[in-house]
């Protein structure tokens, strides 16, 4: 099973990344990279600070396939969505990272030898 680290690691890597790409497709590079990786890095661990890791067994409806579902769905209501002041595109950027961090970790936990309750 990933530890916090890896998990931490993991969920920057794929922000930042994934930011990354869109900023160079778009042509625009900006320090949004660097702060989706931070993001990621800093909030890798959000679902295991939902539901604590007491225990082998933990693993409950915040490491579930359903909420990793909810976090994709989030995702993709943030990427239709475009505000138009300063404040909402802040907001959605916040959406991204913390939707996509959630994501991320529960999609290394997937590939686990327990992987993840369907609830």
């Not at 990279?33 to 890791?53: F, K, Q, R, W």
């Amino acid at each position: 099973m990933p530890n916090a680290l890896a998990h931490r690691v993991g969920a920057s890597l794929a922000l930042a990344g994934a930011t990354a790409y869109v900023e160079t497709r778009d042509g625009k590079v900006t320090g949004k990279t660097l702060l989706a990786g931070v993001g990621g890095y800093a909030l890798g661990t959000l679902p295991d600070l939902i539901e604590p890791a007491l225990h082998p067994n933990h693993r409950q409806f915040f490491h579930s396939f359903t909420a990793l579902g909810l976090a994709a769905y989030g995702m993709k209501k943030l990427y239709d969505w475009e505000p138009e002041t300063g404040k909402g595109k802040f907001w959605r950027g916040v959406g991204f990272i913390v939707s996509g961090a959630y994501g991320v970790h529960l999609a290394m936990d997937a590939f686990t030898k327990r992987s993840l309750p369907l609830v």
